[in-house]
């Protein structure tokens, strides 16, 4: 076994294993990994199992060697068979070869496999739940083929029957699964704050990042903003992402006569500084188990307009960070974009308290919270 690593009193620190499919961008991922570079700090040490990152993660990676972090990488592409048959045997290998404590999983797939390792070998399972597959199915069920429903239900299912402690990646999610018959407790996403309260927005810009799918619900937003920009062509609503629907997203916005107002930016890698050109970010789901882009708006300094569900009304402080509104009701939405607009004092009071807002979700007050499920697990043995 490698040489124990202690903490600042002499204590062996909790080791935990944490997997990642590097290869695939979300927000599941990253949040992973910004509450493993919280957890550095703390009587943790992080061990990470994943794929060859993409660009998009390199950043990151990087700050985990840097915080000494132990990363095990697998040449094999995540959606390929192999990649989960190396994820089940490395995972064997590594708790056995570490001494790994705990093996915490936030991928659907990754609970099932790496879940499946750790119980053989006897050692606990944390299991973040970041939605609800049956769900998210339900809302676009033509994005998933048959053999991808039957193992997302199934490796959702095995995963939270094997998992020793659930939680939910906010206080909705914890609920949701209550339904289901689990117990979990509800701990936030962490984000990047030290990277996104470095900016100060001060645009005029109408923000708003998603993936372009039915859940994400753009075309209400767009037709609200068709409200405002036909009568104040100052101003651009600006929509960073990209999936099925975004030849259906360009219609529209051509059908309302506002395409010269909307520029559709594809997947960025830079979302600050389209943050940073905002006066007010708009995230319209109709599903939302957390909303990490609302929290690193805050961070950013811009006030936010989120719909009534799941995770984003524990974001949203009503009428101090932000508004929220229903869903379906693009006419409500817009009234609240053009409040926002007009009245620059309300701007300028909401931003503080967006960045003062958005410190919970930093990687440092998160990981905290994940410190008392670790203790607590281990306690149980």
Same mark, same amino acid.
């Given at each position: 076994m ?32 910004h ?5 550095? $700090? +703390?009587?943790i ?46 995972s ?14 936030h ?18 399972l ?10 998210e199915i ?25 998992a ?8 909705w999610?914890a609920?949701?699964l ?10 936030? #996403?962490?984000?990047?704050? !030290? ?6 927005a001060?645009?005029? #810009?109408?923000?708003?990042? &998603? ?10 937003? @767009?037709? &609200?903003? $068709?409200?405002?920009?036909k009568?104040?062509?100052? @101003?651009k609503?600006? @929509? ?18 506002i395409?010269? #107002? ?22 319209? $789901? ?10 690193? &708006?805050? &961070? ?27 869903p379906r ?5 817009? !009234? ?10 309300l701007? !300028?009071?909401?931003?503080?308290k ?8 930093s990687?440092?007050?998160?990981? +905290? ?13």
């Amino acid at each position: 076994m490698d040489r124990d690593e202690k903490d600042d009193l002499g204590m062996r620190k909790i080791r935990v294993l944490f997997t990642a499919s590097g290869s695939h961008i979300g927000g599941a991922t990253m949040a992973m990994l910004h509450l493993m570079l919280g957890l550095t $700090s +703390l009587s943790i040490e992080p061990i990470l199992l994943s794929t060859i990152p993409r660009r998009e993660y390199l950043r990151l990676y990087q700050r985990l060697r840097e915080k000494n972090v132990r990363i095990v990488l697998s040449k094999f592409y995540f959606k390929s068979l192999s990649y989960w048959v190396w994820l089940f045997f490395s995972s064997l290998r590594v708790i056995k070869k570490y001494g790994i404590d705990i093996v915490h999983c936030h991928g659907t797939k990754e609970a099932l496999v790496a879940g499946l390792a750790a119980k053989l070998l006897k050692r606990k399972l944390v299991y973040t739940v970041e939605g609800d597959p049956n769900l998210e199915i339900s809302i676009s069920p033509h994005s998933y083929g048959l053999l991808d429903k039957l193992l997302l239900k199934l490796s959702w299912n095995i995963g939270l029957r094997l998992a020793d402690k659930i939680v939910g990646c906010s206080n909705w999610m914890a609920e949701h699964l209550k339904k289901y018959g689990f117990r979990a407790v509800g701990i936030p #996403n962490p984000i990047d704050y !030290e990277k996104f309260s470095s900016i100060t927005a001060h645009g005029l #810009n109408i923000v708003s990042i &998603a993936r372009f799918e039915k859940a994400k619900n753009i075309e209400t937003l @767009i037709i &609200a903003a $068709s409200k405002i920009l036909k009568k104040k062509p100052d @101003i651009k609503l600006v @929509i960073v992402g990209g999936g099925s629907q975004e030849k259906e997203l360009v219609a529209l916005a051509e059908k309302l006569s506002i395409s010269d #107002n909307v520029e559709f930016q594809g997947f960025r890698p830079d979302v600050e500084k389209i943050l940073e050109d905002g006066a007010v970010f708009v995230l319209p $789901s109709i599903y939302e188990p957390f909303g990490m882009v609302a929290a690193e &708006a805050l &961070a950013s300094g811009l006030p936010i307009i989120v719909s009534r569900v799941g995770g984003l009304r524990e974001i949203v402080r009503e009428g101090l960070n932000g508004f929220s509104f229903n869903p379906r009701d693009w006419h409500e939405l817009s !009234e609240k974009m053009l409040l926002l607009l007009e009245d620059q004092k309300l701007r !300028e009071e909401m931003k503080n308290k967006a960045k003062e807002s958005a410190k919970d979700f930093s990687p440092e007050n998160v990981a +905290l919270k994940y410190l008392r499920v670790y203790l607590d697990v281990m306690c149980k043995n």
